[in-house]
């Protein structure tokens, strides 16, 4: 667990962290900002819609694994987990289809850009 | 300057369950000073890196009670694959402060024999963020597979053309050294017909798991004709975990460029290259960054034989983590030892033509994570 009330503890959310002094936007967790040294930081939910960076395919326990490497809208990176189709390049959106929770990233579709 | 490589030795790499990881050490250990020509009664420093076999709190201590050395400052050291050259590093800015003369530089692991592989990668996987990566199933090969789709997006190559002429180099390299792991030619095609690890990586584009030892004496002055000048030596260390990597500041060329200043070098002086090689979109990635190749050329260098022993660009000439072979700590210090052979011209049927002058090694841990290069000075440079 992160100690934020995440996917890591079971709830279906993915959090940023951001500076409330100097707008410095983050995943993985710290006490204090790693840009300006605040100690003034705040949980930030992303809305969810990012670009793809990265994607591979893995051999795993139960099947194969995709993962995703995604910049999130906010200009933050994260890692999750992924669908077939999904290229480096291509929008994608966040969802939390298993349990436990885990960051999914499937296409967006219409998005209007 | 900042010191003197004064003994320089790597063991043969491979399945070898003969040693543990003390044992690897001890053998590599014996054979530096032996190239030195010094006793380990002269040795006054320690510096040994971490064994995942071993997980030993003290190996420096332990190191040196196994050799009968008693020196007045002695640790380990853990900065994943750049371990090697951190300890370098470190050991030249011990001889320098006068903290000590002679510095004994040791890594060795039965990373091969002494677990098994799932072990290992399990164990390796923990470079990943424990929370927020680990547990959606990545590994180190997914790591450098997610940085390896990346790379062949941004620019718009095939791993036959981006990746694979890497491998395919450094095993040509490897077929020239005895003691290298894997030593049978391969083609392109040998590397994209190979199983796959994690797309777009296949198994010729990962480093075995080896069993061996490297080690370096670092001497504040040279203890005999055939020692090597360090002429500088830099890090950089920006990130840990893959989602904090900037995919055009990993730290590797401020890491050369550091090692270069200090040497009062440039890049284009350089005739004999030493560069980390887990993955072939490592090298592909550090050679770009470095500025040695264009960025997505190096495969295409690879393929023109710029890397070749007989190119403009020298390359791992004793093959690499790719092919020489891969028991952790050691497995970067290779590079090290065989620069320092090249430069002094002992390279045998793999001597580099012409014989090189300055050598630029550098070595990453994690995930490009941690940077070590040094730039090294043969006779006459």
């Not at chain 2, 420093?45 to 709190?57: Q, R």
């Not at chain 2, 040791?106 to 290992?120: C, L, N, P, W």
């Not at chain 2, 990635?285 to 260098?301: C, F, H, K, T, W």
Request: hydrophobic residues 40%; proline residues 6%; glycine residues 12%.
């Amino acid at each position: 667990m992160t100690g934020a009330d995440d996917w890591t503890s079971g709830t279906p959310a993915l959090l940023l962290h951001t500076c409330a002094d100097c707008s410095a936007r983050w995943y993985v967790p710290r006490s204090r900002c790693p840009a300006c040294g605040s100690p003034g930081v705040r949980a930030l939910e992303p809305a969810g819609t990012g670009t793809t960076v990265a994607v591979t395919c893995l051999p795993g326990e139960g099947g194969e694994i995709r993962l995703a490497l995604v910049d999130l809208d906010e200009e933050v990176r994260v890692l999750g987990r992924t669908v077939a189709d999904v290229m480096p390049g291509d929008r994608v959106a966040l969802s939390f289809p298993t349990t436990p929770p885990q960051p999914w990233f499937e296409p967006v579709t219409g998005e209007e850009l | 300057m900042t010191g003197w490589i004064s003994g320089a030795a790597v063991t043969a790499f491979g399945r070898d369950p003969r040693h543990d990881a003390v044992g690897w050490q001890e053998e590599a250990a014996y054979a530096a000073l032996a190239d030195a020509g010094l006793d380990v009664a002269a040795v006054d420093g320690m510096l040994v890196g971490y064994a995942t076999t071993l997980g030993h709190l003290m190996p420096a201590d332990l190191l040196a009670q196994r050799l009968g050395v008693r020196p007045a400052v002695a640790f380990g050291v853990s900065s994943g694959g750049a371990t090697g050259l951190t300890m370098v590093a470190t050991a030249s800015q011990l001889v320098a402060s006068g903290a000590a003369e002679r510095v004994l530089v040791v890594a060795g692991e039965d990373r091969r024999s002494g677990q098994s592989t799932q072990t290992s990668t399990e164990a390796l996987a923990q470079v990943g963020h424990r929370e927020l990566e680990v547990p959606l199933g990545a590994t180190v090969p997914a790591y450098y597979a997610l940085l390896a789709s990346a790379y062949l997006h941004r620019h718009g190559l095939l791993p036959e053309k981006g990746l694979a002429p890497l491998a395919v180099q450094m095993r040509a390299h490897a077929g020239a050294h005895e003691g290298a792991h894997l030593r049978t030619p391969i083609t392109i095609d040998d590397v994209l017909q190979s199983r796959r690890v994690a797309d777009p990586l296949r198994l010729l584009d990962c480093c075995p798991v080896s069993d061996g030892g490297a080690a370096v004496v670092v001497t504040r002055t040279p203890a005999g004709p055939r020692a090597v000048r360090l002429a500088g030596t830099g890090q950089a260390h920006l990130h840990q975990h893959l989602c904090e990597l900037d995919l055009d500041d990993t730290g590797a060329r401020r890491s050369a460029a550091a090692a270069l200043d200090e040497a009062g070098r440039t890049l284009a002086e350089v005739d004999l290259l030493g560069v980390y090689d887990s993955f072939t979109v490592t090298l592909a990635m550090l050679l770009e960054e470095i500025g040695v190749s264009a960025p997505g050329q190096a495969g295409a260098d690879a393929s023109a034989g710029r890397f070749d022993r007989t190119g403009p660009r020298p390359l791992n000439t004793h093959g690499g983590l790719l092919s020489y072979g891969h028991c952790g700590v050691a497995g970067g210090m290779a590079h090290l030892v065989e620069a320092v052979t090249q430069l002094r011209g002992e390279g045998g049927v793999r001597q580099v033509p012409g014989g090189p002058r300055l050598g630029l090694v550098h070595a990453d841990g994690g995930i490009l994570s941690a940077h070590a290069s040094l730039v090294l000075e043969g006779a006459g440079a």
